[in-house]
């Protein structure tokens, strides 16, 4: 079922990362880590000390440089483990070094609290010290958090919980990516081929609804197979948000989560109560590609075959990566040129599929080697040009924040990552657009585009209204179980689909295998990143320099702001739901102009 794949160890070196700009070899790594962990012992020397300005200058300088080291440990061990799941070298490395990591929380836990229990005049001569002044920002942040900081005893309680709390997650990876084999597929031309999370995506893009079924009912029984398991496990990651929430005294896990981004929840509020109103949009989107197919009915294993089926697409890396170059030109040449030599000859990316390779992809951050990329690129399918743009997008974040801003300014939050990535998705398909060759290719792309609006504005606030509710039954100590979410997640696909669409029972096992449902909202930033960027690729295409500017700006502002100041600067409100609006406005007006030249 597997056959067609490569095992890692036949991964041609030009489609692998080039891991050895972090360690050279998995030796330096284990004796690094040894080192680390020596090194990191020191932090009990701070304890008492830290009102004193020179020793918190001191423990700031040692804390950078701790945590510089860990993060090539841990990014190396990381990624290492996401080439092949079931080897169990890497897990066991990336294991050790989340061990160490928790270990180090737990020593520096009496950091936050000690500098908390300091008089509030003490905290404001620390800010205004001149010595401090590189660490303002810092501190001002670990001030923010007083009235949700423990006592001593009780952060370390918190950071010794680092191990345990990450195994739903760690578990679900594997039983989800390792363990979970689907029966095979027989294609439109009667081959027999594996089905994967990869190939799943080119299944339900098949030009045959028998094929588009057959995957469907085959990978979703799978998951029915496992239910309670994998309700099991998203339920221990649920509880985990909510006892965190609780600890820390906000009053729910969404709280907490904003307070983390530094922003309010009308944030979240506005996408969902805005989208919501919008869903007849929706509707009428899947009332049009039902008319368009031909079809009695329309179901979810028919929402991602384009409409237009005879227009085929089969693009190299390297052509993709030429497609991307002319999208983003208007960023300039810096910014091309990077990206360009990053993924064709410094081997930013691991291009390909293999045999236990984590499904998906993503982009890595580094301040001090390559913002890595994961792919599991399909040369015909549309999506992985796309995806190779949004995982560009995010590298380009890191690159450009990680030669503008200190180590400790450099990390921006999530809430700001999924911009620059769907900028990115916005500027290729406006590019393609404008290039298309005659109606029926224009037609072919605004579907794509339409789709993706779909998946990511729409489903993804979906997303976060399951993750909503499930997380209010965990904060209110009601049961969780495979029937509960089931239950739910019904109950909001009838919502976001619609009374004229068709909802198989097996879509009900959907929320069993979302990995992101592991991260504690973090899928609403999807939506209200594409939000954003339709309002910044409105303003860079139609602007000038300064507009570009303005955005490079954002790339480069790393962490230095909150985060609603920088995107503020670069042109765009996000707690108002105005740019929300404007890219619900674009899909209708997509929608529009599909059924204008399908007609």
């Known amino acids: 079922m597997t056959a067609d794949l490569k095992s890692r160890a036949e991964v041609a070196l030009g489609d692998s990362w080039d891991l050895t700009r972090i360690y050279p070899n998995d030796d330096e790594w284990r004796n690094d880590f040894e080192a680390w962990k020596q090194k990191a012992k020191r932090v009990e020397s701070f304890r008492g000390k830290l009102s004193d300005v020179e020793n918190l200058v001191e423990y700031f300088e040692f804390d950078e440089e701790i945590n510089r080291q860990g993060d090539r440990l841990g990014v190396y061990a990381f990624l290492k483990s996401t080439e092949d799941l079931a080897a169990t070298t890497y897990q066991e490395l990336k294991s050790a070094f989340t061990l160490a990591a928790g270990k180090i929380a737990e020593a520096e836990s009496f950091v936050r609290p000690e500098l908390l229990s300091l008089s509030d005049a003490t905290l404001k001569a620390l800010l205004e010290d001149e010595r401090l002044a590189p660490w303002k920002l810092v501190l001002e942040r670990i001030i923010r958090f007083k009235p949700h900081t423990l006592s001593e005893s009780e952060e370390r309680l918190v950071a010794s919980l680092t191990g345990i709390v990450d195994v739903p997650s760690k578990a679900f990876r594997l039983l989800s990516d390792a363990e979970t084999v689907f029966q095979p597929v027989e294609d439109e031309h009667g081959e027999t081929k594996p089905l994967t999370h990869e190939t799943f995506q080119l299944f339900l893009q098949s030009p045959s609804r028998e094929v588009r079924k057959s995957a469907?009912?085959?990978f979703y029984a799978e998951y029915e197979s496992k239910q309670n398991t994998f309700a099991a496990l998203l339920e221990g990651s649920i509880r985990k948000d909510a006892f965190y929430a609780k600890s820390r005294g906000f009053k729910n896990s969404l709280a907490a989560a904003m307070f983390a981004e530094e922003a309010p929840e009308t944030v979240y509020s506005n996408l969902t109560t805005t989208v919501r109103a919008a869903l007849p949009s929706l509707y009428r989107y899947y009332e049009l590609r039902r008319k368009l197919m031909g079809l009695d009915e329309i179901h979810f294993y028919d929402v991602y075959v384009p409409i237009l089926t005879d227009v085929k697409v089969n693009n190299s890396w390297d052509d993709a990566v030429a497609l991307i170059r002319e999208a983003l030109a208007p960023l300039g040449q810096e910014y091309v040129s990077t990206l360009t030599k990053g993924l064709l000859e410094d081997r930013w990316a691991d291009k390909y599929?293999?045999?236990n390779k984590e499904s998906g992809a993503f982009s890595c951050p580094g301040y001090d080697f390559p913002p890595y990329i994961l792919m599991n690129y399909k040369p015909t399918a549309i999506e992985s040009v796309f995806t190779l743009a949004h995982e560009g997008g995010h590298s380009m974040h890191s690159w450009y924040s990680a030669r503008t801003q200190p180590y400790r300014y450099y990390d921006y939050v999530i809430f700001l990552a999924e911009i620059a990535s769907t900028f990115n998705e916005q500027l290729?398909?406006?590019?393609?657009l404008r290039t298309a060759q005659d109606d029926r290719m224009r037609a072919w792309i605004i579907n794509r585009e339409l789709d993706s609006f779909r998946a990511t504005l729409f489903r993804?606030?979906?997303?976060?209204?399951f993750e909503y509710r499930t997380h209010e039954l965990a904060e209110d100590d009601q049961p969780l179980s495979a029937a509960t979410f089931r239950a739910i997640y019904r109950d909001?696909?009838?919502?976001?689909?619609?009374?004229?669409?068709?909802?198989?029972?097996?879509?009900?096992?959907?929320?069993?295998?979302?990995?992101?449902?592991?991260?504690g909202y973090y899928v609403y930033?999807?939506?209200?990143?594409?939000?954003?960027a339709v309002s910044l690729a409105d303003r860079v295409l139609s602007g000038g320099e300064r507009e570009r500017e303005d955005y490079l700006g954002f790339l480069k502002a790393g962490c230095s702001a909150p985060p609603l100041d920088i995107l503020r600067a670069a042109g765009v409100d996000m707690e108002r739901p105005e740019p929300i609006e404007i890219a619900?406005?674009?899909?209708?007006?997509?929608?529009?102009?599909?059924e204008r030249l399908l007609a």
Not at 507 to 514: A, D, Q, V, Y
Not at 525 to 532: D, P
Not at 588 to 593: I, K, M
């Open 216 to 218: 469907f009912d085959h």
């Open 353 to 355: 599929e293999n045999l």
């Open 428 to 432: 290729l398909a406006r590019y393609l």
């Open 460 to 465: 993804q606030t979906m997303f976060a209204e």
């Open 492 to 519: 909001i696909l009838n919502e976001y689909f619609g009374p004229d669409f068709t909802i198989d029972q097996s879509l009900e096992f959907e929320c069993l295998r979302i990995p992101h449902f592991y991260r």
């Open 525 to 532: 930033k999807y939506a209200t990143g594409l939000s954003a």
């Open 584 to 594: 619900l406005a674009r899909f209708n007006s997509l929608v529009d102009e599909l």
